[in-house]
């Protein structure tokens, strides 16, 4: 197997909290490179299971291969972890012992250039988790207003130039200039300080990239829900 694509955080720490009950029903939403997962899974006796969930198909890819070696009961799946109520009545599981939801971006994410979460390589401006559906973030900065991509980089990336970098997207995204993540950065290399860019760009993309995956409203949906399907002393671990 090649080298681990992604080293996950907060690991121990989540895990020794996480499980409770070594024959549990447990849920990863971001099983991503199967770190977390692995660890849980190491941790069941063969009654326990692992219900994996992820929206990003290369990253399940290699989670399958990872946690085959292992003699434990386990389910991976290709979705968003907003729609998990409808996956447990599939799967006939009425109660988790517990959750978990790694948040964010995996490192493989950001250093595979091509797909488009990195302002350090020039590639399509696509961002999406799933490649396969939705729209990328380059149709979005071409079909939004001015008004909405500076409220995104506002609320989502908390950058005080929102307005003016807007701007400049728009103004580029009208002459048919916002393809690529090098069309991105130097929309905003225009409108701040070079000593402060790398910050600036960090705030742009991650903004970008939440409204692209509308990673805020899949996380409240799914919160809400854990109330109703983890079980009485169960445990929901969420790392940001
Ligand atoms: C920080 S990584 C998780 C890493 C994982 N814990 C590990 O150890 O490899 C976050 C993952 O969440 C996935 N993701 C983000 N939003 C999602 C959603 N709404 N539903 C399912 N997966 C999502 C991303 O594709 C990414 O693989």
Do not use: W
Not at 46 to 60: E, F, S
Not at 197 to 202: G, I, R
Not at 208 to 217: M, Q, T
Request: glycine share 8%; with cysteine.
């Amino acid at each position: 197997m090649d080298a681990i694509p992604h080293l996950p955080v907060l690991l121990e720490e989540t895990i020794s909290r996480l499980l409770t009950n070594p024959d549990g029903i447990y849920l990863d939403g971001t099983v991503g490179f199967g770190g977390h997962a692995e660890a849980l899974i190491k941790k069941l006796s063969k009654h326990g299971q692992l219900i994996g969930i992820d929206l990003d198909p290369y990253a399940l890819e290699y989670t399958k291969k990872r946690l085959s070696k292992h003699q434990r009961f386990y389910s991976l799946h290709n979705g968003n972890y907003r729609e998990y109520p409808l996956l447990l009545q599939s799967l006939d599981v009425a109660k988790l012992t517990g959750i978990i939801f790694d948040l964010g971006s995996s490192s493989s994410q950001l250093n595979t250039g091509h797909r488009g979460f990195s302002f350090q390589a020039d590639a399509p401006l696509d961002m999406r988790f799933n490649p396969g559906s939705g729209m990328t973030a380059s149709e979005f900065l071409q079909s939004a207003g001015k008004e909405e991509i500076s409220k995104v980089i506002e609320v989502y990336g908390e950058e005080r130039y929102h307005r003016k970098i807007a701007g400049r997207i728009a103004q580029a995204a009208e002459g048919g200039n916002m393809n690529t993540t090098f069309d991105l950065k130097l929309a905003v290399s225009k409108c701040v300080h070079p000593r402060f860019l790398t910050k600036s760009l960090a705030r742009v993309f991650q903004a970008i990239r939440i409204k692209i995956n509308d990673e805020l409203e899949s996380l409240k949906e799914a919160l809400a829900n854990s109330i109703e399907y983890l079980q009485v002393g169960g445990r929901i671990a969420v790392i940001s």
